[in-house]
């Protein structure tokens, strides 16, 4: 069983719209996908509204998901850690313990752009159109990663 981890900021915009893509794209049997948020402000709730309809216009349904805060022991239960930007990385980065747990963690978007260290941008404060262009982000960079896995 392969373990995979998506984290972003609060768990509700980016990082549940890449649990679900990926998911989506890799047999249940072998690989289990969470997420969670560096943040605790949205623990318990379920994804923004945006997210569930641009899941739900791309097939999706991630409307069962609930925010959690990432946690050490992350570290153990996850083969791979996907930060969605470049602040989430390095506070992901900061509460590991060692280098095992320091190689597990990756930039989302230099799995489609190696050594860029671009963001997934936080579409929070923006419109629809932001979590399309994020829907369209995670996609490309889940289906190389399910290649990559399967
Ligand atoms: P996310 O977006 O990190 O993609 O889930 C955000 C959601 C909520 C907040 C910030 C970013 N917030 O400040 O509440």
């Known amino acids: ?36 948020g560096t943040a605790s402000y949205h623990i318990g709730s379920s994804p923004d509204k945006r997210s569930i309809a641009v899941a739900n216009k791309h097939g999706l349904n991630i409307s069962n998901l609930s925010g959690r805060q990432f946690e050490v022991s ?45 963001n997934v941008p936080d579409p929070y404060y923006g419109g629809h159109d932001g979590f399309e262009n994020v829907y369209k982000m995670l996609d490309e960079a889940c289906t190389l990663i399910a290649n990559d896995l399967n």
């Open 1 to 36: 069983m392969t373990k995979i981890l998506m984290v972003c900021l609060g768990n509700i915009c980016r990082s549940p719209l890449a649990e679900g893509i990926l998911k989506s794209k890799l047999p249940s049997d072998s690989f289990i996908v969470d997420s969670a």
């Open 74 to 118: 992350d570290f153990d239960r996850f083969d791979l850690i996907y930060a969605m930007d470049n602040s989430n990385f390095d506070n992901i980065i900061s509460l590991a313990r060692n280098k095992v747990d320091i190689s597990k963690v990756k930039l989302i978007l230099n799995e489609v752009y190696p050594n860029q260290n671009y």
